[in-house]
Structures are given as C-alpha cells and as structure tokens.
C-alpha cells in the first residue's frame, strides 16, 4: 500500500498569512492527488485534483503542485473562513490512502 | 446537478450488520464508481473500497475484506454498503461519493451527507 505523510499534522497562522501543507507519497504518484478540505461536522470538499487542477469554484488563493512523491497544497492569503481540515488523497493505485491531515489553527 | 443522497443514521449491536444506501442522481450512473469512505469520532478520513456501477467488480480495503459487501442497483441509481460483524471501532460517519477510477477530474467530486453508524457493545 502506498502511505501518505502529510505535515504538519496542525499549525498556527494569522489571517492574510502565506501557508504550505506538504504531503510525501512512499512511492511515486504521478499526478494522482486530490486536496480536500472538511469543516467541522460538514462533508469534505475537494479544493484540488491531479495535483494542480483547482476544483471549480473554489477560490484561485488555493493552488497545489508536485508530482511523484513530493506534493504541495499553498494558500496565498488565509482568509477566516480557511481555518479548518486539509487532507490529501493518493488515488494512483488501490487502496487509496489519505493523508493524516492538517488541522489548521487561527494563531 | 449532481447528488448523492444517502439513508439515515443507524444504530446497531455489535455483532451486527449495517447497511448503508446512496442514491445517485444528475448523472449517468454506471459511467462513474463509487467509493465509501468512512471517518470515525475526530478522526481522519478513511478509503474502504469501491465499486463499479457499470461491472459491479469491487476493491475493498484488505482490514476490511471479509466484512464489507458493496453492490450497486442501475435501475434505481443507487450503491450500497453493508458491514458486517461490526465493532464499537465501526463506530463512524460513512461517506459515498462519486468516483471516475482513472479520470482525475472525477475521482470523489461528489460526497453524499454522510450516514452515521453507532455500535453499541
């Protein structure tokens, strides 16, 4: 199986602020990652697919990058509303993997 | 527009067995698969298998081969999950969603509202 680590697992930023998740595939990917992002008590949503693809909708300050094994989400400008879960998801083979998620926290 | 609508919450004995539904509509169905995903109390999201809605040929996730069956109903749009032999770590929210298998742009596009299962000991 492929496992995905996924860093930091949480974090602390202020709103306007430039962050990075990262997620490290065991083994090569492709392009296959999806970027999700959960709200408490909600339904996942997805920001990101084939690694860099901005889902429809969803505000251009989300963007991903990578290929292989190294794979970025960035959010250029935080906004109050993007202080939530992220999770990353390897869907080049079965099973697919998540990654263990980044609970981002206002600072 | 695309939905998945899925059947309510669910309580059972441990021992068991559940059986989730989730009702597709807005698009061809067997076009795409369906994956389940399941997230247990403030855990993260977890794959537990997938199913084509046009062959029906599943791959579920190895810790759980054995106990989960997932079938779909091209008449009525809709897949199914059944557990069986739950556990109190069974105890989650259960998510469809859509899934195109080798078209990134459609791989878990779409999620149901999810379903909670609670199993009692």
């Known amino acids: 199986d492929i496992q995905m680590t996924q860093s930091p697992s949480a974090m602390s930023a202020s709103v306007g602020d430039r962050v990075t998740i990262t997620c490290r595939a065991s083994?090569?990917?492709?392009?296959?990652l999806a970027w999700f992002q959960q709200k408490p008590g909600k339904v996942p949503k997805r920001l990101i697919y084939?690694?860099?693809s901005l889902q429809s909708g969803v505000p251009s300050r989300f963007s991903g990058s990578g290929s292989g094994t190294e794979f970025t989400l960035t959010i250029s400008s935080l906004q109050p509303e993007d202080f939530t879960t992220y999770y990353c998801?390897?869907?080049?083979?079965?099973?697919?993997?998540f990654g263990q998620g980044t609970n981002l926290e206002i600072e | 527009q695309v939905h998945l609508v899925q059947s309510g919450p669910e309580v059972k004995k441990a021992g068991a067995s559940v059986k989730v539904s989730c009702k597709a509509s807005?698009?061809?169905?067997?076009?795409?698969?369906i994956s389940w995903v399941r997230q247990a109390p403030g855990l993260g999201l977890e794959w537990m298998g997938w199913?084509?809605?046009?062959?029906?040929?599943?791959i579920s996730a190895q810790e759980l081969q054995g106990r989960v069956t997932m079938t779909t109903d091209s008449a009525t749009s809709t897949a199914y999950m059944e557990l069986r032999s739950l556990i109190s770590d069974d105890t989650a929210v259960y998510y469809c969603?859509?899934?195109?298998?080798?078209?990134?742009?459609?791989?878990?596009?779409?999620w149901g509202q999810g379903t909670l299962v609670t199993v009692s000991s």
């Open positions: 969603a859509r899934d195109g298998g080798i078209t990134p742009r459609a791989v878990l596009d779409y």
């Open positions: 807005g698009y061809t169905f067997t076009s795409y698969g």
């Open positions: 199913i084509s809605a046009h062959k029906g040929n599943t």
């Open positions: 083994q090569g990917i492709s392009n296959y």
């Open positions: 084939a690694a860099s």
């Open positions: 998801l390897q869907h080049n083979s079965y099973p697919y993997t």
